[in-house]
């Protein structure tokens, strides 16, 4: 009678393992509810390829996309017109600071991040609305 309540392991095992294999299968399939896989298409294969005969057309296809040129991007162009226009002043703030950084005669430690700002502060207000302006 003991050894008909004691369960062997082989028993006991298969519940466990059922279970581990319930919960792993629970969190592989949850996983891959958030997780989408994606799968590679197989090459197709064709003896046409294969010959040569297509292979001169692929490249020129290829140089033909590689040509497609982006338009310009006028901001910077607008931004530039900004600095020289209204801005000016505060462009030459930053540029005077800037040569005296670079020659060395500036304190040390010394930068132009406030005269940068300044600039930028400018600039930004008088550029926006016309670039939007350019995209619409």
């Known amino acids: 009678m003991v050894a008909d309540n004691t369960p062997t392991t082989e028993q ?8 581990q294999e319930e919960s792993s299968s629970f969190f592989s399939s949850l996983v ?15 003896t046409e390829e294969d010959s040569g005969d297509d292979s001169g ?8 996309e590689e040509e497609e040129e982006e338009p310009e991007d006028p901001a910077p162009a607008i931004r530039e017109a900004c ?14 600071c800037s040569t005296k950084v670079e020659e060395g005669k500036g304190f040390p430690g010394e930068d132009c991040v406030e005269e940068f700002f300044h600039l930028l502060h400018c ?13 619409a």
């Open 32 to 46: 891959s509810y958030f997780v989408p896989t994606a799968h590679a298409e197989a090459p197709e294969e064709s």
């Open 57 to 64: 057309e692929k490249p020129e296809e290829e140089e033909e």
């Open 83 to 96: 600095e020289q226009g209204p801005c000016a002043e505060h462009l030459h703030h930053f540029q005077s």
């Open 123 to 135: 600039v930004d207000p008088c550029a926006a609305p016309k670039v939007f302006k350019k995209l």
């Open 12 to 19: 006991s095992s298969s519940p466990v393992a059922a279970q």
